[in-house]
């Protein structure tokens, strides 16, 4: 039953997402290294690449320029008496990427992604760490997302 499962699996073209395979071989990060995105984008370069990210702009073949990191928390619906019953969560993130020559590779271009988020008075101390835990879930997709348009842009396109 195991062997017709893994059969059918094998079969339908399904694989394991692995390593990215970026066209870089170095890749400097234009970012604050105490920023949460910078932090979590070094970590999957480092773990999920064979991509080395260097400290010097003039050792890299790319040099990767977060222009902008935004949180921002829309009104969505009140209710009849005037308070707040439910917010969208938008996160955003504008990048370039330029070579060594500050050519650029990929103009700015931005990542946005967005959550709803029902809200409640009486669990204000719950729905704030539903929130934190919403842009941090945004933060992980932005970095997944930058890793695949950073590994469909091939140098010199």
């Known amino acids: 039953m195991a062997v017709a499962a893994l059969t059918l699996l094998a079969g339908c073209g399904f ?3 692995g390593t990215a395979n970026l066209p870089y071989d ?3 990060v234009n970012a604050p290294k105490s920023s949460a ?4 984008f070094r970590r ?5 690449t064979k991509t080395r990210i260097v400290e010097d702009a003039k050792e890299a073949q790319a040099s990767l320029q977060l222009v ?3 949180r921002e928390r829309v009104i969505l619906s009140l209710s009849g008496g005037g308070r707040v019953r439910e ?10 990427l330029v070579d060594k020559e500050n050519k650029e590779l990929r103009p ?6 967005q959550r709803d988020l029902s809200y409640n008075d009486a669990d204000t101390l719950s729905k704030e760490s539903e929130e934190a835990l919403l842009y941090r879930d945004m933060q992980t997709d932005a970095v997944n997302q930058l890793l695949r348009q950073l590994q469909a842009a091939r140098a010199g396109t």
């Open 15 to 17: 694989h394991l997402r």
């Open 26 to 28: 170095t890749l400097y």
């Open 37 to 40: 995105f910078s932090i979590e």
């Open 44 to 48: 999957a370069i480092r773990a999920g």
């Open 68 to 70: 902008n990191e935004l």
């Open 87 to 96: 917010y969208q969560l938008r996160y955003r993130i504008a990048y370039r």
């Open 108 to 113: 700015t271009t931005q990542i946005t992604l």
